[in-house]
């Protein structure tokens, strides 16, 4: 019984390690952007960025099947799978960004993208944006400065951390401003530490606002905090980590929208579908300054298994054009949900791009007082309408609508019909 594994779980598991819902169902597969539970009962997974090509992919299956059959080991021995991700791995990004290390996991790239910074520019400061999540290792974790993730983020930081007000355009204190506030902001806090002697080595931002809800960043945002840190010798790095890969539909990757090239950028996610794969790239000048370091080394990173794991998820990427499907499938959705907003005021705004959106829930569209506990029951009412959504930002006034990328028309509309169906009822 349901009942009886949860328990169980909650025995071994410590209360920090949340589920989602009060009574979570218990799932026993996955089904492209569907998952079933142990009833039977089909949901429609509007959540879940990491399985970009959806669940259970049976080319993912045999390719994985396949290759434990025949070799698994580590990349200090060299393997074609391993050359022939990274290849196409940086084909994927700009001439520059030529140097691939492999690891498993966002955090890992992301603390990796910080060593990267630190042993490139011999300086320990980051800028960070306030309402951002990068990961739970040592220097992810300082950077992290959500407090949703976090209620004591701000409070604990680092005196290496300095953080510049959230790029948020619907909710920062700049509202109604003229957006190029935020970036213009953000860089006389780095020229201001460059005069006081202590310049950033780096800054690390999200190159789309995920953790605030999916917020696009502020036109030429990116473009001027990155040459303020770069005029005093500082590198920027880009947390694709949520971001890349398709799912915003017209770009693949964030930083195309902003307009800049980053030095060094963390991916993971949704390039191992599930699987546990993270890479950071960046280029040959700032790679070699991590030779002084001694010898960089990851067991499982960059494995023949996770090597064609990642060929494999960009090859179906490819062959079902699922970025394409992105952008489709996702202007229509917004444009559904934009008009429940014409009929339900608790609607404040549909931020995002692609198939990645956020529904922001208000109480007021004036004062904007989020409806977190609104919101929380609204998915729970969901739930059992067979949609799994959940709340984000630090608010968790925001549904993070980030399914599958193979999301269809009926899909979108299934899930919109049942969000009307609970606004209209009430929670
Ligand atoms: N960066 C961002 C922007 C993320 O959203 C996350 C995970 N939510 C991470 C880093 C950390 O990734 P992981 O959970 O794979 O360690």
Known sequence: APGDLLARRDRTFASVQEHYFDEPPVIVRGWKQYLIDADARVYLDVLNNVTAIGHAHPRLASVVARQLRTLNTNSRFNYPAVVEFSERLTALLPDDLDTVFLVNSGSEAVELALRLARAATDREGVLA???????????????STSIADNPQALATRPGWVHTVESPNSYRGTHRGAEASVYGLEAAAEVHRLAAEGTPVGAVIAETFYGNAGGIPLPDG???????????????AIADEVQVGYGRLGEWFWGFEQQGVVPDIVAVAKAMGNGHPLGAVVTTRAIAD?????GYFFSSAGGSPVSCVVGLTVLDV?????LQENATIVGAHLARRLRELGDRHPLVGAVHG???YLGLEFVRDRDTLEP??????????RLRELGVIVQPTSDRQCVLKIKPPLCLTVADADAFVDRLDEVLTSGW
């Open 353 to 355: 791009s692609g198939l």
């Open 371 to 380: 409806a977190t506990e609104e919101t929380e029951a609204i998915c729970e």
């Open 129 to 143: 944006m306030r309402e951002a999540y990068h990961g739970w290792t040592g220097l992810a974790d300082a950077v």
């Open 317 to 321: 990427l490819r062959d079902e054009r």
């Open 221 to 235: 945002y990116l473009e001027a905090v990155y040459a303020a840190v770069r005029e005093h010798g500082g590198v």
């Open 289 to 293: 300054r991590f030779r002084t370091q």
